[in-house]
């Protein structure tokens, strides 16, 4: 029976960006899943989530559980921290971010062409706020993932 592995999109996701030197970002701050809030000193911090799916409208046919098509939801959160300045968090997001969305434009298939036909960002939010000691600078880059599961 055809199935996709949600979770492993995650894990290929945070291989990509691993992978990319343009990315200044460690092993250690691109997270997949991660539930806790990281050690401070990961400055900024990357979590790849899975956030929903949909069929595909009038294209998701019935092939005896050999093929299936979803579209699947992502989000990407981008947290930075600083102590002295908010421009400073804003920046440390802004630049992730950016590094980030190059990568994704750049790699539609994610470099699993075998389970990913296209993708694309469909948006993503920015704030900023402040904590008792720290600034912290956050936004998303929400990315469709078009995949097609056989058997």
Do not use: C
């Not at 400055?43 to 790849?48: A, L, Q, S």
């Not at 971010?97 to 994610?110: K, R, T």
């Amino acid at each position: 029976m055809a199935k996709i592995d949600y979770y492993q999109l995650g894990l290929d996701i945070q291989s990509l960006l691993r992978g990319d030197s343009s990315i200044t970002l460690s092993d250690k701050q691109i997270l997949v899943e991660s539930t806790s809030f990281p050690d401070p000193s990961i400055n900024p911090f990357v979590n790849i989530t899975i956030v929903g799916r949909d069929a595909p409208d009038n294209e998701q046919t019935i092939s005896a559980s050999t093929r299936i098509e979803m579209l699947v939801q992502v989000r990407i959160v981008v947290a930075a921290f600083d102590a002295q300045e908010i421009r400073n968090a804003i920046e440390r997001r802004d630049d992730a971010i950016g590094d980030i969305e190059l990568v994704l434009v750049a790699n539609p298939d994610l470099n699993v062409p075998s389970k990913v036909n296209h993708s694309w960002i469909t948006g993503g939010e920015l704030e900023t706020g402040a904590e008792s000691n720290f600034y912290i600078a956050s936004g998303t880059i929400d990315l469709t993932v078009n995949m097609t599961a056989t058997t």
